[in-house]
């Protein structure tokens, strides 16, 4: 057995150092095709064991030609970190410690990896040091449980109690978003039995950040318990919502104030870039990613809520033989929806610990000098648009200036494919405010100037390919 487990983790982490060391020079996306990728897998359902090391070199064979360059400094798709290397080592010891971080007793240095890691995340956001934090999948996840705790304690000062009630002829809650929210906020108030009805839709400036004017207006006309969701970071132009007015707004309304900071929160700890994201100190709860720009393999995400009570109370799961012991340290389960799973803490812990305060530092403001760069090279090219105001690390192209919309959308979603068929770099599209965009997100670790050139160049050379039809 204990051959079986060296052997294998050897193969193992021969294989993983082997991939790694060679994840810059790789095509950032898959060389297999879907029927390649299938023909590798699927074998027969094996009906005796076999040996590790084979498996091991079987599944990484399979994987590799089909996994995305995530950890590459060429990665530029949605929002991606880019998994630090001593966060996925932590990560390996985890998975061999095969720890359980449902309670404290099921894995005490697992919950104690949390307790410690959770200080430094209030220290490093600069929030208030006494909210809670649920380690969890990712913000979608997080804003899930921030916003339960959310619901739990509006309803609770307007005298109702879900937990004996449920939701059943509970206070009509109003939840104010902007009409730019992200998709996964949606769908967090979705599973947790809030429809369209109960949202109220907020106008939205030209970079997508929440008008408070319109806020106020229609806090004003709302009677009832309230949620706002505000955002740090708009997922294409990077935008931060007008947090210290907002923050205003909720108090004057005795609104609880939620945060999706899944990137953009992480502003806050980057002098340079702090006031973009002030006063957000002053909200009620937080979701902010571990595996954005903190480098966190994934999966990490954040539920930072500043009331406990209400946090614990909307999280907790108890039974008589999990009861914790006088002695024990944090129980996790009391913030997040699960009670067995990963210990998330160590590879946090390890994360936080290899780049220090200075190293976020450093690397949070270089992806944002990346991403400036990038538009001023792009921004001397005629026909070429950068479309968002680049205040973090967030550039929205588009191509064929002047051109119908129609036409602008072809240009610029021939030259995403053909910037994915060279395979230099990797970039991703999406629509915003009505157009195509080439949606660039500086956000992997080793990224720095020299990569965005090459990107630049990329770019630069699908737009004549393009052009020339
Ligand atoms: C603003 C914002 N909120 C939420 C999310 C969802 O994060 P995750 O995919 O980690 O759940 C994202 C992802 O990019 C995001 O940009």
Redesign the pocket.
């Known amino acids: 057995m204990e051959d079986e487990f060296i052997n294998a983790m050897e193969r193992a982490t021969k294989r993983a150092t082997e991939y790694r060391k060679t994840s810059a020079a790789r095509p950032p996306r898959p060389t297999a095709s879907l029927e390649e990728l299938r023909a590798a897998f699927d074998l027969p359902l094996p009906q005796d064991p076999r040996r590790g090391t084979e498996i091991i070199d079987h599944l990484a064979d399979a994987a590799e030609p089909g996994l995305i360059g995530i950890t590459s400094p060429h990665h530029f798709g949605?929002?991606m970190g880019g998994s630090h290397p001593v966060g996925a080592a932590a990560d390996f010891l985890t998975v061999a410690w095969g720890q359980n971080a449902g309670i404290y007793a099921t894995s005490p240095a697992a919950a104690v990896a949390e307790e410690v890691s959770a200080r430094w995340l209030l220290e490093l956001l600069d929030l208030p040091k006494e909210s809670s934090i649920g380690f969890v999948?990712?913000?979608?996840?997080a804003?899930f449980i921030c916003l339960a705790a959310a619901r739990t304690h509006i309803l609770c000062e307007a005298g109702w109690d879900l937990e004996q009630e449920g939701l059943t002829g509970a206070p009509a809650v109003s939840v104010f978003l902007a009409a730019e929210a992200?998709a996964?906020?949606h769908a967090g108030l979705r599973y947790l039995g809030f429809g369209d009805r109960q949202k109220v839709s907020i106008n939205v400036d030209g970079e997508g950040r929440m008008c408070a004017e319109d806020l106020a207006q229609k806090l004003a006309a709302h009677k009832g318990p309230k949620i706002i969701i505000c955002?740090a970071?708009?997922?294409n132009s990077g935008a931060f919502d007008p947090i210290p007015e907002i923050v205003k707004l909720a108090r004057q309304f005795d609104a609880w104030l939620h945060v999706?900071g899944?990137?953009?929160l992480w502003a806050r700890s980057v002098p340079e870039l702090e006031h973009l994201c002030e006063g957000a100190e002053g909200a009620d709860s937080w979701?902010v990613?571990g595996?954005?720009w903190l480098q966190v393999p994934y999966d990490s995400?954040f539920a930072i809520v500043k009331n406990r009570e209400a946090h614990v109370r909307a999280m907790d799961i108890s039974a008589s033989y999990i009861k914790p012991s006088a002695s024990d340290g944090v129980i996790p389960s009391q913030y997040v929806p699960e009670l067995s799973r990963r210990a998330r803490g160590f590879a946090v812990w390890a994360t936080i610990q290899a780049l220090g305060r200075s190293g976020i530092e450093e690397m949070v403001a270089r992806h944002c000098r990346c991403a400036a760069h990038l538009a001023e090279v792009l921004a001397k090219e005629p026909d070429i648009e950068v479309l968002n105001e680049v205040v973090i690390n967030q550039v929205a192209i588009g191509f064929g200036t002047g051109l119908p919309v129609a036409e602008q959308d072809a240009l610029t979603n021939a030259v995403i494919a053909e910037v994915q068929r060279e395979n230099t770099s990797f970039v991703g599209g999406a629509t915003w405010k009505g157009r195509a965009i080439l949606r660039v997100s500086v956000i992997s670790r080793e990224t720095d100037i020299a990569h965005m050139d090459q990107l630049a160049a990329s770019i630069l050379r699908a737009w004549e390919k393009v052009k020339a039809g």
């Open positions: 949605w929002v999948t990712g913000a979608t996840m804003s992200h996964t906020i955002q970071g708009h997922i999706d899944a990137f953009g979701s990613d595996h954005k995400g």
